[in-house]
């Protein structure tokens, strides 16, 4: 875990602790908040109370064998839920999850995004397969159509007129 504050973006100087351990002290509340929302993740404390005063820029290790984007997430201990904070940039070829945190706390980097009611994931990829999927096994409607003009009136006529005249029966 390696983590970097740019001393530009100091908004406000502030005393900050820059204890941060992967299994900090909540480590078994997050696992059954993740474990709850069948989830798996890499998980982060902070031991600051408070503001940073700055933005820090983290870099966390995960495991991850495809292409994909990361979620970040502060953890809600007291309601037990998790809110997006950002994206996560996930370098493959090094196994890191990188993102940017402004206050200490618990976070979490999931490869799913979860919905905003926090009680279910959303598999984004899936959802649309799913659209498309059932856009293709829906029926096609029927629309009836009136015709309005004379002209295609007559040829209709004439073209139920010609098939009863090419009848053998009368």
């Not at 706390?105 to 059932?134: Q, S």
Request: aromatic share 8%; net charge positive; proline share 4%.
């Amino acid at each position: 875990m390696t983590y970097t504050l740019d001393g530009a973006n100091v908004k406000k100087p502030v005393t900050i602790n820059l204890t941060a351990k992967e299994e900090g002290p909540y480590y078994e509340q997050i696992n059954d908040i993740l474990r709850k929302l069948s989830l798996q993740g890499q998980m982060l404390s902070f031991y600051q109370q408070g503001s940073f005063g700055c933005t820090l820029k983290v870099s966390i290790p995960i495991y991850s064998e495809k292409k994909t984007t990361g979620w970040a997430y502060k953890v809600d201990l007291k309601q037990g839920k998790l809110e997006f904070i950002s994206k996560a940039k996930i370098d493959l070829k090094a196994q890191q999850a990188a993102f940017s945190v402004e206050e200490g706390g618990d976070y979490v980097v999931l490869t799913k995004k979860i919905h905003k009611d926090a009680k279910k994931t959303v598999d984004i990829k899936k959802a649309e397969k799913d659209v498309e999927e059932n856009e293709r096994q829906r029926p096609l409607q029927r629309i009836p159509i009136r015709i309005t003009t004379r002209e295609t009136a007559a040829v209709l006529h004439r073209q139920r007129f010609r098939k009863r005249k090419k009848s053998p029966f009368p």
